[in-house]
């Protein structure tokens, strides 16, 4: 029984941290069209974040709970930053995007190893997060269950923004059809902006969990960005339910393959199955419906 729900449970908190990070690029890429590369990079400005609130906040029970509002903003206004700054001029040129957010992504790596050093920091885990539950005899840690409420609770922000706010149905009405969306009286502009933003704070909140895990390091967020993308195609561009489930899957496959394979192995293969998931089924586990002027 053991063998098989320590794997279960870890990789359901390893598919929590994807999941973060799957989330950011579900707005940026799956209803954006951009192809950011710089987003593993917002995971570790999220980890530092969480590791510089603590310099400033000593008690470790109270700066993670900080760390989490502060590493959305900081990240969010980076993201902002990046699209004002050059994704603005790049939205029908996606492998220009790519290319350009790869050298924004090791700019960033080499700022942080200036500032930071190349060995990185550890971040304390407050009191409250301190143990374990033992399930099926494995202890579980409240970090990584702590990581669950953390991507399950970004994840019900997200849908009620989507779903109940007028910035959500803006963000419907531009995915849908961009031009009618204008003549109806919305900034598609101001929407890329917010959009940008929202998705890269995601990442950072995404920071803040992965720093509990690994502490921080200038290429903590390198392992993370070709599984998060792969988990929004997967899932279905701009659907967040398929992004849910892709992320649980890769993440729970990756476990189980970990536990009788060397970790890397169980990359490629699991990696290989989304390939061939996705032809099969190119359009992911969901699609999204579109309208095109006639």
Known sequence: MES???????????????????LGLALTFGQMGVINMAHGEFLMAGAYTTYLTQQVVTSADLSLLVAIPVAFLVTGLLGLALEAGIIRWMYARPLDTLLVTVGVSMILQQL??????AQGDPVHEPGWLDGSVAIAGYNWPYTRIFTIVLAAAALAGLSALLRYSRFGRQIRATVQNRDLAETMGVSTRRVDRITFFVGSGLAGIGGVALSLASGTNPTLGTSYIIPAFLVVVAGGLGQLKGTVIAAWLVGVSTAFLTDRFSGSTAQVVTFALVVIFLQVRPQGLFTVRTRGLA
């Open 4 to 22: 098989f729900t320590t794997p279960l449970l870890t990789g359901t908190s390893t598919a929590a941290i994807l999941l973060l990070a799957a």
């Open 112 to 117: 942080a190893k200036d500032l930071f050093g």
